[in-house]
């Protein structure tokens, strides 16, 4: 089915609650997906680099996405498996046109050997806390009465936000 697990790291001193979806992709899901897109605040893109099929799916994600999910959020795309070079069938020149063409942020990972999944989820949610952080300001200046000052709130209260894989 549907894996959902929590995780909470540390970001810029703060303590960020991720909760992350995986659907895996698959297509029976793919009707219950659009109802994780409407709250999701970062949603990662995976393709395996030996699947052609995965990496041909991954327009047709983006499309449902710009469909059902809000038009801020953010989202990458990951090429996962990039351990297993000798049975690559995406060339990760591919991976990154892909991304620019869509101006979304490139990462080739491998699960396996845990290359540059930390980085991943650490990308995504500092991108997340930095458009949370832009939106407060903008608003606060945009209010009358002039600029307001914001002071940080140093109390134990963790930030959240969610994560979808698809």
Known sequence: GIDFKIRTIELDGKKIKLQIWDTAGQERFRTITTAYY??????????DITNEKSFDNIKNWIRNIEEHASSDVERMI?????DMNDKR???????EKLAIDYGIKFLETSAK???NVEEAF??????????????????????????????ENRSKKT???????L
């Open 78 to 82: 990951l090429g996962n498996k990039c």
């Open 159 to 165: 930030s959240f936000f969610r994560c979808s894989l």
């Open 113 to 115: 050997s845990s290359t």
């Open 89 to 95: 069938q995406v060339s990760k020149e591919r991976g």
């Open 122 to 151: 650490f990308t995504l949610a500092r991108d997340i806390m930095t458009k949370l952080n832009r939106k407060m300001n903008d608003s606060n200046l945009s209010g009358a009465g002039g600029p307001v000052k914001i002071t």
């Open 38 to 47: 409407r709250g999701a605040m970062g949603i990662m893109l995976v393709y």
